[in-house]
């Protein structure tokens, strides 16, 4: 995009005036800055945002966020006065100290060390006696231990706003005051400007940094915004005795404090001080949601206590906070609550940011149900998307439109936006599945599948099946080198060894799965081959039936997705993909085209609720499939990655000859309406084969010894595929241009890899990692991180990906962070399992796939 584009930016809180202060420093000045407020205090979040900063997630691009957050907010200062504020900035940078009052927490917290020392946070966990050291006010009888991150600390926020105000204003960004939007104008699909009691205001860019309020901005613009205010207690004490007489208590406010900020997770309680008082936050009260439109205009004078934001105190739920505060913290038994506020805050279903351009309206961006603590890291990520077409941070688990439709209604996003703020401080353990709501979304095979005992968990609003009681009889006649091994208590948990026994079938005989979950789209018209050629770094220009796996890339050469793309006519192609962001992506940009060439058009649209899917994989699945039909689907009939139209059991379907789990098989496609005859079908052809029915469980554990890659886990917009170990994805020989072209020449001719995602087995053979966690190479400091990990029932090990630096090769011995304590492992060559890939072609099956005997590239 050019630096003339007029932008409006609506929200002058902490991430708009940010947002300002990115896009001016990467040469943007055509900016305009809306806000209903007074600009001295608009009276949103960040006006009573209590300003904590703690960095560790488990979310690497959030901890991204929040370190940068920190540096920048160290950096703001007045003008010509390097020595502001005690040299403090706009960062009071006191720690951060977590501590465990119960033996779950201290597990927990052991877990979090792991996150901050996979993603560059500098922590440690420290004993009941050094959190007292750090902390002397804690009561030494209810402390079990700690975490502490020294760089953690209290945010300035509406100072740093001001700051940030004054700086983007002198480099020509214009602010309007006291200004609410009346309506967002567009134009044939796209965004023109923002109506105003003053005027209407052109626009090329629109960006909504409204915070709360963002859900009735996208409502103006017919987009909607998944988000629910809800109201959070904060409350002020009187003086505390032991905080008196301080030098500290005399600085400004933020500055008035010099213990560590304290998080009290087991009764969803934290802490700050304001000199000799101290400032407690509660999430262990009722929810309480909030409709930002009651709230009324926003008065021309906001104050302390006087804004918007800042609802009237329930004491009553507070009650509870206070009890368990004194404990905590006994010297606030001689004090009281002075003041409080329910204070509005945004929620959203998966209690991820709301960031990126909308689906259904282009031009049109947001940077919503952001906090403080990520409040700098997410404008920086926005203005290079803004800028230079992607950002440097992924942002794949933020992006608006990573929602699917029935995750966009109001009742669930009230839900699941309310069951978020209760769990904030839970200990969630990464493969727990939501309560509520479920059976939203179901696959014509629910039935059966319930009747075989199907344990089912969610995702996206669809029920999946992780595995099958029906088979836990199987158990009795595992082999021993398929019985699964002894798990440590929390890889126990929602897991069960039928998945063993399921691995084993699909390995042995033959199982099917339910595919119906993953997204199917079309896209077609006489423009289909030129986007998908513009768009894709494989050449999808082939014959009709032939699948190609290929990437999706950024302008630089980062993964933005991987996909399927079956031709199946000369002028339409379905594309097997990840989620509701692929179609996004794919559908505006064919919108460009249309719009630059109608003649040649194209139109992408989806087919996922439309049809279901089958995956029938096994060394004995052509036996099962053959009963069904006449036609020869051998690899001589059907070779592998082609498609093919045909009938099983008058069951009109397309066959995809490709396997996600490393054997011979197919992925079997019919209408919804067809689903239910098709499961009966297959599982009753299949019984004299051994046929059972098998879950995501095992699924996983196969892909991951076959290594096969995840969006959004293995690999990010973050990584290149050479870096991850895709180069056969990138033709060579394509001569039309695709994004991310010119990019990949130019790392490729430049300078080796610096890393690479690695395969691990762990050296024990036993011992079960989860993800996320720090790898080690001959030093404390961590030289990389876990992205997916699974027990490999086939070669009876675990098996872990990690990024690593390119010099770690095969051999080498590395040391996982798990709990406090280090596994070790060693990298191997992947995959650990049917390397030449002659099982996906049946190779030693009475003599079937002899032709193909090649080794066949590991493809999804």
Partial sequence: MTTTQHIVIIGAGIVGANLADELVARGWTNITVVEQGPLDLPGGSTSHAPGLVFQTSPSKTMTKFAQYTVQKLLSIREDNNDNDADGQGCFNQVGGLEVATTPERVEELKRKLGYAMAWGVDARLVSKEECIELYPLLDRDAVLGGLHIPSDGLALAARATQLLIQRTRAAGVRYLANTPVTAIEKESGRVTGVRTPNGTITADIVVSCAGFWGVEVGAMAGVSIPLLPLAHQYAKTTPVAALEGREVNARPNGLNASLPILRHQDQDLYYREHGDRYGIGYYGHKPMPVVAASLGPTPSHVDD??????????????????????????????????????GVFSFTPDGGPLIG??????GFYVAEAVWVTHSAGVARALAETLTQGSSTVDMTECELSRFEDVQLNREYVSETSQQNFVEIYDIIHPLQPRESPRNLRTSPFYAQQV??????????????????????????????????????????????????????????????????SFHRFIVSGPGSVDLLQHLTASDVDTKLGKVVYTLLLNDNAGIRGDIFVTRL????????????????????????????????????????????????????????????????????????????????????????????????????????????????????????????????AAFNALRIEKGYRTYGTDLTAEHDPYEAGLAFTVDGKKTVPFVGKDALQCRASQKPLTRRLRCLTVDDGVSIVMGKEPVFCSSEAAVGYVTTAAFAFSVRRPVVYAWLPAGVEEGVGVEIGYFGSRVKATVVAEPVFDPEGKRLLGVGRDGEGREGTRPVKAVL
């Fill in 569 to 696: 006519d000369r002028t339409t192609y379905q594309i097997g993909a990840n989620s509701a962001t692929d179609f996004a992506y794919l559908s505006r940009k064919a919108r460009y085209q249309t719009q630059r060439a109608p003649r040649n058009w194209v139109q992408v649209y989806e087919i996922t609720s439309t049809t279901c899917a089958l995956g029938l994989w096994g060394p004995r699945a052509l036996d099962v499939l053959q009963s069904l039909t006449n036609e020869d689907f051998s690899n001589k009939g059907l070779p592998y990655m082609h498609a093919k139209r045909t009938t099983l059991a008058s069951i009109p379907v397309t066959l995809f000859r490709k396997s996600y789990v490393g054997e011979f098989g197919w992925e079997i496609q019919t209408t919804a309406d067809h689903g239910r005859r098709l499961w009966d079908a297959i599982y009753t052809a299949g019984k004299p084969h051994g046929l059972i029915a098998a879950g995501r």
């Fill in 357 to 362: 351009q909308a689906p259904n309206l282009d």
């Fill in 451 to 516: 009747q075989l005992g199907a344990v089912f968990m969610e995702l996206g609003g669809w029920e999946r099946s992780f595995w099958y009681e029906s088979n836990a009889h199987l158990l009795q006649s595992l082999p021993p080198h398929w019985r699964p091994v002894e798990r440590d208590p929390w890889s126990s948990r929602f897991y069960s060894p039928i998945t063993a026994v399921e691995a084993w079938k699909t390995r042995k005989a033959v199982a099917m799965y339910d595919m119906t």
């Fill in 305 to 342: 206590k006087n804004m918007p934001s800042r609802l009237e105190f329930t004491e009553e739920d507070f009650r509870p906070a206070w009890e368990e505060s004194q404990k905590l913290l006994p010297a606030l038994r001689g004090s009281e609550i002075d003041d409080g506020f329910n």
